[in-house]
Each structure stands twice: as C-alpha cells, then as structure tokens.
C-alpha cells in the first residue's frame, strides 16, 4: 500500500504544520491546565496524603479536611477497641490568625497540631523525624518554605498566632495549603493557640493505623455504625482524600471554571486543526478527484483523510509533551504545585487526539466535493 | 443512429439527453444522442468548447448520470447502476487522462502508478511489477523514482497515462491530454494512446479540440451544438462500419 497520507504529510509538512501545532497545544494547555488543577486542588488534602495514617475519623458528614469539627476524645478508646487498629493518634486542626513580626499584617493561618514522636502518623511523608523532634519545644511552629516570605519571619524568628507568641524552628517543603499558610506544631502548642472555649482542647481528627492497612475499608464500614461514643464518622485515608479534593473541585466552582477553559481550550484547537486540515484536503481535491475517477471509493478516500489527521494529532503530542516535560520540570522547581497521574495524561492523550479526530471528520465533509466530472473541462 | 457493427460496441449510448441547471438557467447539453464506440480504435470526439464532448465523455465513462437514454459500456448499462456500482465498475473496467495531470505531489512516479492499484486487491509485488511494466511501457522506466517537480509536462502526463494504464482497463478515456503540451510532448502522447489501442484492444475514447490530434485518429466524430455533426473513419483499413449522422 503506498503510504499516500504519511508521504503527503512529510512532503508538505509546512501545510501541516499549524495542525500539529493546534493540536500540540491544545494537549499542552489541558495537560498544564490538569496538572495544576491536580496539584492545587491536591493540596486540600495534603495532611491526609503527606501521613501515613489508614483511617481518618472526624465529624459526621464533614465534607473537606478542612472543614473539620471538634469530636470526643473518648472516640479514641472505641477505635483502639477494634483488633484492627494498631494505634490512634490525635490531629488537631485549627484556623488562626498569624502576626509576624515584619510589617506583613495580618494572615490566615491553618495549624495543624500533631504528636511529634519519631514514628507519628501525621505528615510523616512530609517531615523527617529530626525537624519533627523540634516540636517537642513548646510553642515551636515548622512552615512551609514558599510561605516563609508571606509570613515575614525567618528560621529562628518569632510571631504571634492568636495573640500567643511562637517561635519558627525549621522549614518543611510540599506543605502549602488552599486559601491560606499551614502552620505546624505540637499537640500541646496547638491546644495553646486554641481560643475556642468549647473545644477545650479536643481533637478534629483522630487518625488510626492498622495492623493490615489493606483491611481499611472493611474496617471503616465497620466503625461507623457506632454512635455509643459520640458523633464521629470513619473514612479510608484515600477516600477522605479523594472527598476533600472533590468539594475543593466541584462545590466551589473552581472546578466548573476549569472544565470550562478545558472546553474553550478544545473547541478552539478542533477548529484550527479542522480549518488546516480543510485546506490541505482542498489543495489534494483534484489528485482525489482523479483517484475518485479511476475506481477509489470515497470511503476509501475518508480513511486517508482520517489517516493525517490521526499523524497531524500523534506528531502535535510528540512536540506538547516534551514542552510540557520541561514546563512541569520548571514549575516543581518554582514550587508551583503541579502534579500529574498516569490516568489523566492518558485522559489529555485521547483528548488531543480526539481533537484531530473530529478535525479529520470535519475535513472530510470536504471530500464530498470530489466530483471527477469537474475534472474534465 | 450508427450502423450496426461486426463486433458489438464497446460503448453505446442509444437517445441520452443531459442538461445543466444554473439557477433560473438551464442548458441542454444533449439531447437524444445516440453514439456507438468500438474496441481496438482510438475515437477522437473533437469540437468547439461548450459543444457537449466532455458531458458525453463523463457520461460514457460513467462519472456522470443521464436524464434520459441508456448507455452501455461493456456488459453492463452504467444508467442503472448507482454511485457504489459505478465506482466498482469504474475501478475494474476504466482508465482516465485529465488535462492537468493531477499527479499527488509527494509520491513517486512509481507510487502515483501503484497507488489505484492497490484498490485492485493486488499483492504488493503485483502491483509493483505491472506499475514497472506500465512506466516502462510510456518510455518512462529510468524517471520512475522521479516526483511529479522533477518531471517535465510530457512526463508528467506519461505516469499519469501509466497509471491509468497500468490498472490494465478495457476502456481508457482521455480528456484534451495534449492540450497543455508542446508539440513534440503531445505527439508522443498521442502515439502512445494510439499504441495503448492497437497493442491491448482498448477502447480509447478522447475527447480535444487540439487539431494534431485528427491526423492520429482511427475515427473522428465532429460535435457541436450537443450533436454529432460528422463521423469519418481516418485509416481506411480498420473501417469497419458506415458513418453515423
């Protein structure tokens, strides 16, 4: 078979070329545009993804980690009560104002207080055991690195949360929160900074370890149906995750903006891709004309259309993901929070490619003008 | 209108009427023309532009349906056949020439001769071979891995005479292919399609106003106004048959 469709593409690859180009960056802004999403909207839920714990267990009904309300300590002899349960350990979470001692005004901030121990549960992917140990130092506080600057302290400074001082002893880095600074310190810190009377210093959270982290569904399932100790509602760490990130996507209509560009995003590059894809089809017409002529369906012909459309998007995403390689490289080092999954660019590469396909469909609308009776004049 | 014939017609055409809508215009182009066109000649159709030769060659070589009349090519009658059926039919049995060459910029001389082959269902080393011979056949076996830039008119027209040859048709239409040629170029291409004639038994159906053209004729038909005007037999050996209208 002679490769009409791939030696036409190379041989007038300039006729091409803004195609591959549409399609190119179509891919690359829904790519960059998902990774952001992805990273900003995942840092919702950094204190479940940054800790180790299997089950996290709060308020009933709470929809976001950060929407957390005060439940009964007592909760905790009721989970260490299940033979699953290897060990609790309590998570503090509050919203405090932060004053630093530059002239930075005032700040929201959100402290998260928790069990410094070397094997604590919480933010045990996010902190090394020898920062962690410096919490033990009442009113220590650890912050994140890109939010230093925003905060006006440095490493060794003190500031004010809540009226209370405290003093920063270190640095942590993957930290930074949605619409506000995390602040960490120890449980007795954050019961300090806490000038809510009803709360008198009970836990938001409390989080649990299993013996076989596997059995955590079965194990949640479990532990809700019981309500002798109090209100509290139990989730798999990855399903509190996954609850958290999704009200941060879909209950504040950022989520909705996004999808929106995203359909922007892609209208425009089908019609770019199609209009170039029309043209090139037009400049072939008479060639198809001929081959119509002599026999070759016009079946035949959609195929070869379909055919450059399907190379125009492969060769587009060769060139977006290596400019999107080195654009996330960039962001990660600017700490621009990005991340990406093997599920959504699968998602970006049928997408782009779906752009060309219905670029290609378009285009051979075009082919029905192939009359092989206006070839002979 | 014609005389029958020792051998049945390769193309006929018995009272087929054709007209153009243009807006509030419409243009009959023929009108109850009969015509039969035999094997192992080269028929020329020639007249004036606009006189109706090329809406009967598209009619003849089934690119275009009738209003009214039957055509037959072959042993088929193209006027009953639908788009699927004429494209088959067209892809086993015809061949075309076009005024421009309408060459695929980006493929070989040989790879503009393989491509429709490929429809065919022939094998990969079929097809290579038969478009080879047919190349070869039009003088044009050392251009072969030429692009269509790198030939000059003539040989553009010899692949694209090639191409249609080299599906090995029993009916090739050729439409004003001298018209965009030199002298010489359009004298070889004239000899080649007489040749195509004679050697393979095709039937040759071209249609041009291009007068070099008569003189290489095995019969001329002389169109205007949507009618044949005059039918002459230019070899006198192959004259077959009597004169139509």
């Given at each position: 078979?002679?490769?009409?469709?791939?030696?036409?593409?190379?041989?007038?690859?300039?006729?091409?070329?803004?195609?591959?180009?549409?399609?190119?960056?179509?891919?690359?802004?829904?790519?960059?545009?998902?990774?952001?999403?992805?990273?900003?909207?995942?840092?919702?839920?950094?204190?479940?993804t940054?800790?180790?714990?299997?089950?996290?267990?709060?308020?009933?009904?709470?929809?976001?980690?950060?929407?957390?309300?005060?439940?009964?300590?007592?909760?905790e002899?009721?989970?260490?009560?299940?033979?699953?349960?290897?060990?609790?350990?309590?998570?503090?979470?509050?919203?405090?104002?932060?004053?630093?001692?530059?002239?930075?005004?005032?700040?929201?901030?959100?402290?998260?207080?928790?069990?410094?121990?070397?094997?604590?549960?919480?933010?045990?992917?996010?902190?090394?055991?020898?920062?962690?140990?410096?919490?033990?130092?009442?009113?220590?506080?650890?912050?994140?690195?890109a939010?230093?600057?925003?905060?006006?302290?440095?490493?060794?400074?003190?500031?004010?949360?809540?009226?209370h001082?405290?003093?920063?002893?270190?640095?942590?880095?993957?930290?930074r929160?949605?619409?506000?600074?995390?602040?960490?310190s120890?449980?007795?810190?954050?019961?300090?900074?806490?000038?809510?009377?009803?709360?008198?210093?009970?836990?938001?959270?409390?989080?649990?370890?299993?013996?076989?982290?596997?059995q955590?569904?079965?194990?949640?399932?479990?532990?809700?149906?019981?309500r002798?100790?109090?209100?509290?509602?139990?989730?798999?760490?990855?399903?509190?995750?996954?609850?958290?990130?999704?009200y941060?996507?879909?209950?504040?209509g950022?989520?909705?903006?996004?999808?929106?560009?995203?359909?922007?995003?892609?209208?425009?590059?089908?019609?770019?891709?199609?209009?170039?894809?029309?043209?090139?089809?037009a400049?072939?017409?008479?060639?198809?004309?001929?081959?119509?002529?002599?026999g070759?369906?016009?079946?035949?012909?959609?195929?070869?259309?379909?055919?450059?459309?399907?190379?125009?998007?492969?060769?587009?995403?060769?060139g977006?993901?290596?400019?999107?390689?080195?654009?996330?490289?960039?962001?990660?080092?600017?700490?621009?929070?990005?991340?990406?999954?093997?599920?959504?660019?699968?998602?970006c590469?049928?997408?782009?490619?779906?752009?060309?396909?219905?670029?290609?469909?378009?285009?051979?609308?075009?082919?029905?003008?192939?009359?092989?009776?206006?070839?002979?004049? | 209108?014609?005389?029958?014939?020792?051998?049945?017609?390769?193309?006929?055409?018995?009272?087929?009427?054709?007209?153009?809508?243009?807006?509030?215009?419409?243009?009959?182009?023929?009108?109850?023309?009969?015509?039969?066109?035999?094997?192992?000649?080269?028929?020329?159709?020639?007249?004036?532009?606009?006189?109706?030769?090329?809406?009967?060659?598209?009619?003849?070589?089934?690119?275009?349906?009738?209003?009214?009349?039957?055509?037959?090519?072959?042993?088929?009658?193209?006027?009953?056949?639908?788009?699927?059926a004429?494209?088959?039919?067209?892809l086993?049995?015809?061949?075309?020439?076009?005024?421009?060459f309408?060459?695929?910029?980006?493929?070989?001389?040989?790879?503009?001769?393989?491509?429709?082959?490929?429809?065919?269902?022939?094998?990969?080393r079929?097809?290579?071979?038969?478009?080879?011979?047919?190349?070869?056949?039009?003088?044009?076996?050392?251009?072969?891995?030429?692009?269509?830039?790198?030939?000059?008119?003539?040989?553009?027209?010899?692949?694209?005479?090639?191409?249609?040859?080299?599906?090995?048709?029993?009916?090739?239409?050729?439409?004003?292919?001298?018209?965009?040629?030199?002298?010489?170029?359009?004298?070889?291409?004239?000899?080649?399609?007489?040749?195509?004639?004679?050697?393979?038994?095709?039937?040759?159906?071209?249609?041009?106003?291009?007068?070099?053209?008569?003189?290489?004729?095995?019969?001329?038909?002389?169109?205007?106004?949507?009618r044949?005007?005059?039918?002459?037999?230019?070899?006198?050996?192959?004259?077959?048959?009597?004169?139509?209208?």
């Amino acid at each position: 078979m002679v490769a009409l469709a791939r030696k036409t593409l190379l041989h007038e690859w300039r006729r091409f070329l803004p195609a591959m180009l549409a399609v190119g960056f179509a891919g690359l802004l829904q790519l960059l545009q998902a990774a952001l999403v992805l990273g900003i909207f995942g840092s919702a839920s950094v204190y479940i993804t940054g800790s180790d714990a299997d089950l996290w267990v709060g308020y009933p009904g709470t929809q976001s980690v950060n929407l957390g309300r005060a439940i009964d300590p007592n909760v905790e002899a009721r989970l260490l009560m299940d033979p699953a349960v290897a060990r609790v350990e309590p998570f503090i979470w509050l919203d405090a104002d932060w004053r630093g001692a530059g002239d930075t005004g005032g700040e929201s901030v959100f402290v998260s207080g928790i069990d410094p121990r070397p094997d604590g549960m919480l933010f045990a992917r996010a902190l090394s055991p020898a920062l962690r140990a410096r919490l033990y130092e009442p009113d220590a506080v650890i912050v994140d690195r890109a939010d230093i600057d925003k905060l006006g302290v440095a490493v060794g400074g003190t500031a004010a949360i809540n009226g209370h001082t405290v003093r920063v002893v270190g640095v942590s880095s993957g930290l930074r929160a949605l619409g506000g600074v995390n602040v960490l310190s120890s449980l007795a810190t954050a019961r300090e900074l806490d000038t809510d009377p009803g709360d008198s210093g009970q836990p938001t959270y409390l989080v649990a370890g299993l013996r076989d982290p596997a059995q955590a569904e079965a194990v949640a399932r479990r532990l809700r149906g019981d309500r002798a100790f109090g209100p509290y509602e139990a989730w798999t760490a990855r399903a509190f995750a996954r609850r958290s990130v999704l009200y941060w996507m879909l209950d504040t209509g950022a989520g909705a903006g996004v999808l929106f560009l995203a359909a922007i995003v892609f209208l425009v590059g089908a019609v770019i891709t199609s209009q170039t894809l029309v043209a090139a089809v037009a400049g072939s017409m008479r060639e198809y004309a001929t081959l119509n002529a002599l026999g070759v369906g016009v079946g035949a012909l959609r195929w070869v259309v379909l055919e450059q459309a399907f190379w125009v998007g492969a060769l587009g995403l060769v060139g977006a993901t290596a400019l999107g390689a080195v654009l996330l490289a960039l962001a990660r080092g600017q700490d621009v929070p990005v991340v990406l999954n093997l599920p959504v660019t699968l998602a970006c590469v049928v997408l782009a490619l779906g752009l060309a396909a219905v670029s290609g469909l378009a285009a051979i609308r075009s082919l029905r003008r192939t009359d092989p009776a206006s070839l002979l004049r | 209108m014609n005389a029958p014939t020792a051998t049945a017609p390769a193309l006929r055409a018995e009272a087929i009427a054709k007209a153009f809508v243009s807006g509030a215009t419409r243009t009959q182009v023929l009108d109850g023309l009969s015509i039969a066109i035999h094997a192992g000649e080269l028929t020329l159709i020639s007249g004036p532009s606009g006189c109706g030769k090329s809406t009967l060659l598209a009619i003849l070589s089934g690119l275009q349906p009738v209003d009214a009349g039957r055509v037959f090519a072959l042993d088929a009658e193209l006027s009953r056949l639908d788009g699927a059926a004429l494209e088959r039919f067209r892809l086993w049995h015809t061949g075309f020439v076009f005024q421009g060459f309408n060459l695929f910029p980006a493929l070989t001389a040989l790879e503009q001769v393989e491509l429709p082959l490929d429809y065919l269902g022939l094998s990969r080393r079929q097809a290579r071979e038969r478009a080879e011979r047919s190349l070869e056949e039009v003088g044009l076996a050392h251009r072969m891995k030429l692009l269509p830039a790198e030939l000059s008119g003539g040989e553009k027209q010899r692949v694209a005479i090639a191409r249609a040859l080299a599906k090995q048709p029993q009916l090739l239409f050729a439409d004003e292919p001298t018209s965009a040629l030199d002298a010489s170029n359009g004298q070889i291409v004239i000899d080649i399609l007489h040749r195509i004639a004679r050697d393979h038994g095709t039937t040759v159906l071209c249609v041009s106003h291009d007068p070099r053209l008569i003189g290489h004729a095995d019969r001329v038909l002389a169109m205007e106004d949507g009618r044949i005007l005059s039918d002459r037999r230019v070899t006198p050996a192959h004259a077959l048959h009597g004169a139509g209208s």
